[in-house]
């Protein structure tokens, strides 16, 4: 019994730590983003702060200090590190070998077989699963017509015909889009989109799927851009990035029928109690 009490005062004042017996994942604070990874930092837009850094533990202190900070990338330039600290963004890790990434800790230590993690601990891979977490969350359109709400999109149904009261209607505008909130950031791994099939399919054209921790859509990374579908398609794009915010906007007069959007991401456990740390 005293063993128990002193576990729950320890569960209690882990603020980045999950506590679930035995088998909890280890601690640790952040991943290191594995080369290519799709997650970009623009070309350094959005840094928080650019420094020489004479560590990596120097490096990874200043990040959890600072407040806005979600990864940042260092590598050896003359006798010590460089990099830049990434303001709401994950730090690309490029074709350069001699720069890594490295991304704060949001999947419980555990983001499966892509990632190794930085306290010298490995989380198994049959530990991450992928899970759609896009069903039934916040959603918002630029305009609605035809009583096509933005809710539609994440009603569990991809049929495609709009008389079955399950696809999006925009207004025909400039750029109209449609945008969920994941809740949390999350390692996503693909969007997988149906078209509409009874009329007007081709109407989904030169449209692009962004993803980030951005409300903003066009402050975040794109995963695909200039995409078309056929009537009544469900395709899945691969988007291996990391986000909370995912948006699909058409470039052009037009308007924008969704029959469904699933979000789908790596997610640590089967329970929900591994999903988000911070």
């Not at 063993?3 to 980045?16: D, E, P, Q, R, T």
């Not at 209607?169 to 997988?192: C, E, F, M, S």
């Amino acid at each position: 019994m005293a063993f128990k009490s002193v576990l729950a005062i320890a569960c209690a004042l882990a603020a980045l730590a999950v506590c679930a017996g035995a088998g909890d994942l280890p601690a640790c604070d952040f991943f290191k983003i594995p080369k290519g990874y799709l997650e970009a930092s623009n070309g350094g837009a959005g840094n928080l702060k650019c420094t020489r850094w004479g560590s990596l533990d120097e490096a990874k202190a200043e990040c959890l200090s600072a407040k806005g900070c979600d990864g940042f990338s260092f590598g050896p330039s003359g006798s010590g590190f460089s990099g830049c600290l990434k303001k709401n963004r994950a730090a690309g890790y490029n074709s350069n070998a001699a720069y890594s990434g490295y991304h704060k800790n949001v999947m419980g230590c555990c983001g499966g077989d892509d990632y190794t993690l930085q306290n010298g601990a490995v989380c198994s891979p049959s530990v991450a699963v992928e899970k759609l977490v896009s069903q039934g969350k916040p959603v918002k359109q630029s305009s609605v017509d035809f009583g096509g709400f933005p809710q539609r999109a994440v009603d569990g149904s991809t049929n495609p015909k709009y008389g079955s009261g399950s696809c999006t209607h925009t207004k025909k505008q400039r750029n109209p889009w449609w945008q969920v909130d994941l809740g949390a950031t999350y390692q996503i791994t693909k969007v997988v989109i149906t078209n509409r099939g009874d009329c007007c399919s081709d109407r989904l054209h030169n449209f692009e799927i962004r993803i980030g921790s951005k409300s903003n859509s066009n402050l975040n990374a794109w995963c695909a851009s200039g995409q078309k579908m056929g009537p009544g398609e469900t395709r899945a794009y691969s988007c291996p990035m990391v986000g909370r915010h995912v948006n699909i906007k058409i470039w052009d007069v037009e308007f924008l029928t969704l029959c469904e959007v699933q979000v789908f991401a790596k997610v640590a456990g089967s329970s929900e109690t591994y999903r988000m740390l911070v």
